[in-house]
C-alpha cells in the first residue's frame, strides 16, 4: 500500500512540474512575442496598433482593403485643412474595425468618422468572427473591446489565459514588420497603402448579391458607431466606395440608405456609379480603386463633405 501511495504521490509531483514549466514556457514565449508585435514600426499590424494606440488624427477611416487603398489622406487634408488617418485594414470587416473604434473613442475624439462598407457587409458569415483574431494581441490592455474579441467563440476569454494564443497566427507577419526593408518594400502614406497597377479584364461584370441571414452583432455594431458619434459629436459618414460592376440587389445599401436618412448621417453610394463604371482604367481590379482612381473618388468624398458642412453652416445660421 505504501508503495502504491508513493507511486501516485511522485506522478502528481511530476505533474505538478510538468504543467508548472508549460505555464512558465507559456508565459516567457508569450511575453517575448508581444515585445515584437509591438515593437513593429511597419506593415499592417503596425498600422492597427498605430490607430489604436496613438493616432490623434481629425479624420478616420475605417474598413476593410477596399478602405486601405481608396482613400487618399493627401487629398482630405489638403482640401479640408484636418489631419488624416486611414486605418482601413485587408481582410478586416465592421466587428474589427468597430473594436478599433471603441479603443480610439477611449483615448480621444476625432472630428470626422468614415466607415467603409461593403455590399454584404450585414451579412452573417463566420469568417466575420474567424477574423476577430487579429485584435486578439488588444485584449489585454483594451478592456473596451474585449466584448467584441468574445464573439469569436464562447471559449476566447479561456484561450486567452495564454500569452501565446493571441500570437499564434502572426509569427511571418510579425517577423516582416520588424524588418527595415518592410517600410521601403510597403509605402505606407498615413495608413495607406496606393495600388498601381490596373485591371486587366475591363469586362463589366454583374454581381447579384444573394439573400442571407442579417447578423444582428453587425446591426447591432453600426446603432452603436452612430450613437458614439452622437454623443461625441463627431461627424459620422458611412461610404460604400467603387467597384467594377454593376451590382444588383444589395440589403446592406437599402439598410444604410434607410438608416442615415432616420439619424441624419451621411450615406455616400457609389456602386453603378457612371464616373466609374466607365473608367476602367482607374481600377486595379474589380474591387479595388488603383491611385490615379483613389485620389479622383477621395476628391469627390471630400466634396460631398464640404457641401455637408456647408449645409450645417446654413441651417445654423438660420
Known amino acids: 500500500m505504501e508503495v502504491i501511495l508513493n507511486k501516485y504521490l511522485k506522478f502528481g509531483s511530476n505533474a505538478i512540474i510538468l504543467i508548472s514549466l508549460f505555464i512558465l514556457t507559456d508565459q516567457v514565449i508569450g511575453r517575448v512575442l508581444r515585445h515584437f508585435y509591438f515593437k513593429q514600426e511597419s506593415g499592417l499590424y503596425y498600422r492597427t496598433t498605430y490607430a489604436i494606440d496613438s493616432t490623434k488624427a481629425d479624420i478616420l477611416v475605417f474598413g476593410s482593403s477596399r478602405a486601405n487603398h481608396h482613400y487618399v489622406p493627401e487629398v482630405f487634408e489638403d482640401r479640408l485643412n484636418l489631419s488624416f488617418y486611414n486605418s482601413g485594414r485587408d481582410g478586416n470587416f465592421l466587428l474589427n474595425n468597430y473594436g478599433i473604434f471603441k479603443a480610439v473613442l477611449k483615448r480621444y475624439t476625432p472630428k470626422i468618422i468614415i466607415f467603409d462598407i461593403n455590399n454584404d457587409e450585414l451579412l452573417y458569415e463566420k469568417t466575420n468572427y474567424d477574423r476577430l483574431s487579429s485584435l486578439l494581441p488588444y485584449y489585454k490592455d483594451h ?176
Open 143 to 318: 478592456p473596451e473591446i474585449r466584448n467584441i474579441i468574445e464573439l469569436k467563440s464562447p471559449y476566447e476569454k479561456f484561450k486567452l489565459i495564454s500569452e501565446i494564443y493571441p500570437f499564434n497566427s502572426s509569427l511571418i507577419t510579425m517577423a516582416i514588420g520588424n524588418m527595415r526593408i518592410n517600410k521601403i518594400r510597403i509605402i505606407d502614406q498615413k495608413g495607406y497603402i496606393p495600388l498601381i497597377n490596373k485591371i486587366n479584364d475591363t469586362i463589366l461584370y454583374t454581381t447579384e448579391y444573394k439573400e442571407g441571414i442579417v447578423d444582428s452583432n453587425l446591426v447591432n455594431a453600426v446603432r452603436e458607431i452612430n450613437y458614439y458619434c452622437k454623443l461625441k459629436k463627431i461627424d459620422l459618414v458611412f461610404i460604400q466606395s467603387p467597384v467594377y460592376a454593376n451590382i444588383k440587389n444589395t440589403f446592406s445599401n437599402e439598410f444604410f440608405e434607410k438608416f442615415a436618412m432616420d439619424e441624419k448621417i451621411m450615406y455616400l453610394n457609389f456602386n453603378n456609379n457612371p464616373q466609374f463604371l466607365t473608367k476602367p482604367e482607374y481600377f486595379q481590379d474589380q474591387n479595388h480603386l488603383n491611385n490615379g482612381g483613389a485620389r479622383f473618388f477621395s476628391n469627390l468624398v471630400v466634396e460631398q463633405i464640404i457641401r455637408s458642412i456647408e449645409i450645417k453652416r446654413t441651417v445654423t445660421l438660420n
